[in-house]
């Protein structure tokens, strides 16, 4: 059993950044972020693949760029840098974590993560 707790959203301006975190209890395999704004479907942002001592980033096209995911394997966690942030990243973020790949290319209706975090609000003002 795997247990996923994020941290670090809020309330910031557009233009500013945020780094949430993922605590993970538990093995994890591949993490990923998701986003579910309100009145949509949850969205992949950014997934992390560990083959040893390098890392395979994946994003979604929407945050490229602006966004970077990251890992402490050491402490068991995942991060998420946000920089120049903008009212459309409003959302709910959650964490997860799967045996299988997170990227941009997978269907997570049909084929959802293991885990799920509980979620943390990030809101963007204009």
């Known amino acids: 059993q795997v247990e996923l707790v994020e941290s670090g959203g809020g309330l910031v301006q557009a233009g500013g950044s945020l780094t949430l975190s993922c605590a993970a209890s538990g093995r994890t395999f591949n993490m990923g972020w998701f986003r579910q704004a309100p009145g949509k479907r949850r969205e992949f942002v950014a997934g992390?693949?560990?083959?040893?001592?390098?890392?395979?980033?994946y994003y979604a096209d929407s945050v490229k760029g602006r966004f970077t995911i990251s890992r402490d394997n050491a402490k068991n966690t995942g991060l998420l840098q946000m920089n120049s942030l903008q009212p459309e990243d409003t959302a709910v973020y959650y964490c997860?974590?799967?045996?299988?790949?997170?990227?941009?290319?997978?269907?997570?209706?049909?084929?959802?993560?293991?885990?799920w975090g509980q979620g943390t609000q990030v809101t963007v003002s204009s």
């Open positions: 997860a974590t799967d045996k299988d790949l997170l990227s941009e290319k997978r269907d997570y209706v049909k084929v959802p993560p293991d885990y």
């Open positions: 992390i693949r560990s083959a040893g001592i390098i890392s395979y980033t």
